[in-house]
């Protein structure tokens, strides 16, 4: 075997170990390159029949080369799609524009999570998370338990040892599963291309820039780079000391802090 | 049983809040004052920014030990950006240490800056500027819901006022006031041994309106300034007597902003910092720097030991220092006036392990002229909205009279008011 079939077997292990113990289980899909290759990764396990429903939260703000990227793999790996959106608080209006900008990411994407969980009763959801991607997540557990505020406890988390996962629930509680926590930023590229994947070619050069990530078009800034092709991208990372976020300028959090810095006159 | 209270009033000056008690604004803290207390200056942390500031009050010990040296900061050993908050504060705060001793039990903290994210406690803690997610803002957790339902809001809509002046104003008066109620309701049904109530309304206020400090517009603000003291102060000794220790403090100082001085547009200009604009944020620093600025005043000489792009060896290090001091104290305004009053080298302002991580020099400017340490403007004066400055020695502290206050205190010097008193 060789490092893609271990990174992979593992896993499908995962995949499978979760199904498993859980049934009432869902993907978390964000049309991006880590949760595409899990979704790849889902169908390998059950040899081309995703069993569980595929989520995709969608905050009306994504890039429309997502949305339609989305409604084609879904017709074309044929799989259930479950579309969570908050429309009260959409049909208020909410956006990346207005007020309290986290207020947004709380409202589109976490509570539109909460919703769906809470509709379907999911006991587990399977997350494209990536050890390397940010500090914190080098603490990451491949089975990690949330309670219902969607708090994740760190400091007190089961051990995972000789394989071994925790998956005892109490109410209210759900799992997060990571198949993928073990790839890093150059496996996914490196996997993509060994199976071929289809990839939303925002990730692809044009005009001298790509985006390394991508999510909401009003939150998301390119990087300057000429990677046109899948090859390009692998050469890119390779040699990079950037982080896979510097391009989105900071993660998250800190683009808000920022916002509300700037608007005091510092930054 | 003692009790302790303590009102912050971020970014009021000393001779701002005199003036107002003396125009009869401020009624209920005049008669507060007549019954025993008094108002003393008192100088803000290095550099004169709320995050600091109040980190050294929670703390009641200086940057170098407690690790908070701005809004934002560098990860060690490269340039990338970071934002500091109540996790990078590296010194124990002054009711965690009495809660410890068994000096007290109970705390309610309520909106101090840089409380983000809330952290266990016995009591209530509601943290303060910079939340970004009211869910993480409030521990216990329980709180969250209730606080929600009142209406509680850490702050305004900060962007609102580039739209809409008078509605932002507006919304400052509401949330004053939902800050009084609430607050107060607090104070009211839960116990406690130690509460900070941080009013921060005023700091915004006078960031986009200071010019207007001598009309009507700050009488008004400044009355529901006065009822949200006065109702906090009364439900306090209405709980407990009045043998409750009541302090009342600010953060730093305000002063008219004339100009936006933009430092590394000087630094630039003066060929002593390069920048490589394809890259983001402090990652334009470029090789051949010598120094650059991060806001207000903080400077940091690249070192070569210390940033990767960095260019001065240890050995050069005063010879540096004199040349950058030198040419700051050079920049003048269009009138010839002299911007930069202080220059202060960190050795002689920060102790403690943590001063490894401060900036090189910290600079205090004359009034007018706000320090600003961003690296994409070019020129170095501009003009936004802002029309007030902080300033660094004119924060208020008010005691009662029966404390004796030393001379020359800085805002280090309130918990240790709290200590003894509780000792």
């Given at each position: 075997m060789d490092h893609y079939d271990m990174l992979e077997s593992k896993s499908i292990y995962i995949i499978r170990e979760a199904y498993y113990r859980f049934r009432n289980i869902a993907m978390l899909w964000s049309v991006g390159k880590d949760s595409t290759t899990l979704l790849w990764l889902i169908r390998k396990a059950f040899f081309g029949k995703i069993p569980f429903p595929i989520i995709h939260i969608d905050?009306?703000?994504?890039?429309p080369e997502m949305y339609q990227f989305r409604d084609r793999l879904s017709r074309e790996w044929g799989f259930e799609l479950i579309i969570g959106r908050n429309e009260e608080k959409l049909a208020e209006?909410?956006?990346?524009?207005?007020?309290?900008?986290?207020e947004c990411c709380t409202e589109l994407k976490t509570n539109a999570l909460k919703q769906v969980i809470k509709k379907y009763g999911f006991k587990a959801i399977f997350l494209g998370i990536?050890?390397?991607?940010?500090?914190?997540?080098?603490?990451?557990?491949y089975f990690s338990p949330r309670d219902e505020q969607f708090q994740w406890n760190y400091e007190n988390q089961p051990a995972e040892i000789w394989d071994q996962y925790k998956s005892f629930l109490y109410e209210e509680e759900h799992y997060r599963v990571h198949?993928?926590?073990?790839?890093t930023e150059l496996d996914i590229w490196q996997y993509v291309k060994r199976e071929g994947l289809p990839i939303v070619d925002l990730y692809l050069s044009r005009d001298g820039k790509r985006y390394r990530s991508i999510g909401c078009v009003p939150c998301c800034s390119p990087i300057?780079?000429?990677?046109?092709?899948i090859d390009d991208i692998i050469e890119e990372i390779r040699t990079?000391?950037?982080?896979?976020?510097a391009g989105r300028a900071q993660d998250k959090e800190n683009i808000y802090t920022m916002q509300k810095l700037r608007a005091l006159g510092y930054m | 049983m003692k009790k302790a209270l303590v009102i912050g009033i971020d970014g009021v000056p000393y001779e701002l809040l005199n003036r107002l008690i003396e125009r009869g604004c401020m009624e209920g803290l005049k008669a507060i004052l007549n019954s025993g207390y008094r108002l003393h200056r008192m100088k803000a942390s290095l550099p004169d920014i709320s995050s600091v500031s109040w980190t050294s009050f929670m703390t009641g010990v200086n940057p170098g030990e407690?690790?908070?040296?701005?809004f934002t900061e560098l990860k060690s050993n490269t340039y990338e950006l970071s934002f500091p908050d109540?996790?990078?504060?590296?010194a124990p705060l002054f009711w965690q240490s009495l809660r410890d001793k068994n000096r007290i039990q109970s705390s309610i903290i309520l909106?101090?800056?840089?409380?983000?994210p809330a952290f266990p406690i016995d009591g209530l803690i509601v943290s303060g500027f910079?939340?970004?997610d009211f869910d993480r803002a409030?521990?216990?957790?329980?709180?969250v819901h209730i606080l929600k339902e009142k209406g509680y809001?850490?702050?305004?809509?900060?962007?609102?006022v580039r739209e809409d002046r008078d509605g932002f104003y507006r919304d400052l008066m509401d949330s004053i006031r939902t800050r009084k109620d609430v607050s107060s309701w607090l104070l009211e049904e839960k116990d406690w041994d130690v509460s900070v109530v941080c009013i921060t309304e005023t700091d915004r206020l006078h960031h986009f309106f200071?010019?207007?400090?001598?009309?009507i517009l700050f009488d008004d603000f400044y009355r529901e300034i006065d009822d949200c003291i006065t109702c906090l102060y009364k439900t306090a000794q209405k709980k407990y007597g009045d043998d409750v220790l009541f302090l009342i403090l600010s953060d730093h100082g305000f002063a008219d902003l004339e100009t936006e001085v933009n430092i590394n547009a000087y630094l630039k200009e003066a060929g002593i910092l390069r920048i490589d604009?394809?890259?983001?944020f402090y990652e334009r620093?470029?090789?051949?720097?010598?120094a650059f600025a991060m806001d207000p005043g903080r400077i940091y000489i690249n070192y070569r030991d210390r940033f990767p792009r960095g260019s001065v060896r240890l050995e050069e290090k005063e010879a540096v220092k004199k040349q950058i001091k030198d040419m700051l104290f050079g920049l003048n305004n269009?009138?010839?006036?002299?911007?930069?009053r202080h220059i202060f080298d960190r050795e002689d302002i920060y102790r403690g392990r943590?001063?490894?991580?401060?900036?090189?020099l910290v600079c205090i400017s004359n009034n007018g002229y706000d320090l600003k340490g961003n690296l994409?403007?070019?020129?170095i004066f501009t003009k936004d909205i802002f029309r007030g400055m902080h300033t660094w020695d004119n924060a208020v502290l008010m005691a009662p009279m029966e404390i004796k206050i030393d001379e020359g205190?800085?805002?280090?010097?309130p918990s240790k008011i709290i200590m003894d008193y509780f000792s």
């Open positions: 905050t009306s703000y994504k890039f209006g909410m956006g990346p524009g207005k007020g309290m900008k986290l990536r050890r390397d991607e940010h500090g914190i997540r080098a603490k990451e557990r198949p993928i926590l073990h790839f300057e780079s000429n990677a046109a092709t990079s000391k950037q982080s896979e976020r | 407690h690790g908070i040296f701005g109540s996790r990078s504060i590296k909106n101090i800056p840089n409380t983000y910079v939340a970004i409030v521990y216990p957790p329980d709180y809001i850490i702050d305004v809509d900060l962007m609102k200071f010019d207007q400090k001598e009309t604009s394809t890259r983001d620093i470029d090789n051949g720097t010598i269009i009138k010839g006036q002299q911007i930069i943590y001063t490894k991580h401060a900036p090189d994409r403007k070019d020129e205190i800085n805002i280090e010097y």
